[in-house]
Each structure stands twice: as structure tokens, then as C-alpha cells.
Nanobody
Framework: QVQLVESGGGLVQPGESLRLSCAAS????????MNWYRRAPEKARELVAA????????IYADSVKGRYTVHRDNAKNTLSLQMNNLQPEDTAVYYC?????????????WGQGTQVTVSS
């Protein structure tokens, strides 16, 4: 079945780095643009980064521009998010998302999320 499984979250100190991964299965990964979202406590969900199906183009939220890099490996069906110089305000649950993938009549598929906590 269609699955997106995130990993790589954890607790880090300000200024440190993390790399999140999202393993995709059950669909033709290379045909779909992918997103990374995050949701911080008591805040709205935020689109962090988006990447085209071929990986050639990406966009970022202003809040992470210059610190985060999204990448995909279509041969390995994997999406990643390299996060550098993390700050406490980056604390959130991070989700990968296939926005245009339709499953059982519902558009958009989400992973279960991975927690990132930045604290000293």
C-alpha cells in the first residue's frame, strides 16, 4: 500500500544539524512532487520545502531559507531534508507529503511525522 515513513528526528541543541528522511512506497515516487511540512505546538501547519518530481527545482519557506535543503533520490524512493543551524523555533513535528497523489479518492498522502526538538 501507499506509505510515507519519516525518520531522523530527535533532540538537538541550537546551532546543530539534523537530516530527516522520508521513505516512499506503493506508488511511482518519481512522478510526484513532494513537500515537507511542519507543525509546531499551537501553531498552524507550515510548508517548509517543496521539490519537483525530478528534483531540479525546490522552494523554501522564508523562515528556513539558507538553512534547510530538500533533496530526493528517485532511484531509492527517498525524500530528505537537511536542516542546519537549528533554532528553538524550528521545534515541530515534521511531515512529508505527496500533495497530488490520490488514494481511495482522497488527494494528498501524509507520513506519520517525526519530532524535532531544538533546546539547550
Amino acid at each position: 500500500q501507499v506509505q510515507l515513513v519519516e525518520s531522523g528526528g530527535g533532540l538537538v541543541q541550537p546551532g546543530e544539524s539534523l537530516r530527516l528522511s522520508c521513505a516512499a512506497s506503493g506508488f511511482t515516487f518519481s512522478s510526484y512532487a513532494m513537500n515537507w511540512y511542519r507543525r509546531a505546538p499551537e501553531k498552524a501547519r507550515e510548508l517548509v520545502a517543496a521539490i519537483t518530481s525530478n528534483g531540479r527545482d525546490a522552494i523554501y519557506a522564508d523562515s528556513v531559507k539558507g538553512r534547510y535543503t530538500v533533496h530526493r533520490d528517485n532511484a531509492k524512493n527517498t525524500l530528505s531534508l537537511q536542516m542546519n543551524n537549528l533554532q528553538p523555533e524550528d521545534t515541530a513535528v515534521y511531515y512529508c507529503n505527496a500533495p497530488s497523489l490520490v488514494v481511495n479518492g482522497t488527494r494528498g498522502v501524509w507520513g506519520q511525522g517525526t519530532q524535532v526538538t531544538v533546546s539547550s
